[in-house]
């Protein structure tokens, strides 16, 4: 398996899940199961059934965190002589030179992206705009409704 991207952040985020995951919820599950269990017959135990199904979903959770913490690069983009360009990890202000609307964004890798916390992936189209632009440049983004240009008003390494 190739490496996976992360920032320092990002890696921090994905441990803690992981050992929210182990200490937390398998506990709790298999309290779950055992309360299920003591209640007679499984075959049509509903709690059963469903903590079994919890359990499944976090198991698999567990395996792909410990994965991706196993394979990831984590990537510090304030140790990288990058002279004020974007990079992975950098947070970028843009503005919308359509609307005006300005929005800040950490580009961050696929594992780690949250358009809600507005850290957006590497590989999407915005980010691979911006990557190795620097504040004062303007890019083309190709967006569903047509193409659309931005100003980097600011490129920082938090």
Not at 60 to 86: F, H, M, Y
Not at 106 to 116: K, L, M, S, W
Not at 140 to 150: M, N
Request: charged share 30%; hydrophobic share 40%.
């Amino acid at each position: 398996m190739s490496a996976i991207p992360l920032t320092a952040r990002g890696a921090e985020r994905l441990q803690a899940e992981l050992h929210r995951l182990k200490t937390v919820e398998r506990p709790d599950i298999i309290n779950a199961i055992s309360e299920a269990r003591a209640q007679g017959d499984l075959s049509e135990n509903a709690e059963y059934d469903a903590a079994r199904e919890r359990q499944a979903f976090v198991e698999g959770r567990i395996k792909e965190l410990e994965g991706t913490l196993s394979n990831a690069q984590i990537i510090d983009p304030s140790a990288l002589d990058v002279d004020g360009k974007a990079v992975f990890g950098a947070t970028v202000e843009i503005e919308d030179l359509d609307s005006g609307e300005r929005v800040t964004y950490q580009i961050v890798g696929d594992v780690e992206a949250d358009i809600r916390a507005n850290l957006i992936s590497v590989s999407s189209p915005v980010a691979r705009a911006l990557i190795g632009k620097s504040e004062g440049d303007v890019v083309s983004v190709r967006a569903p409704a047509g193409i659309r240009e931005f100003e980097v008003l600011n490129v920082s390494y938090l």
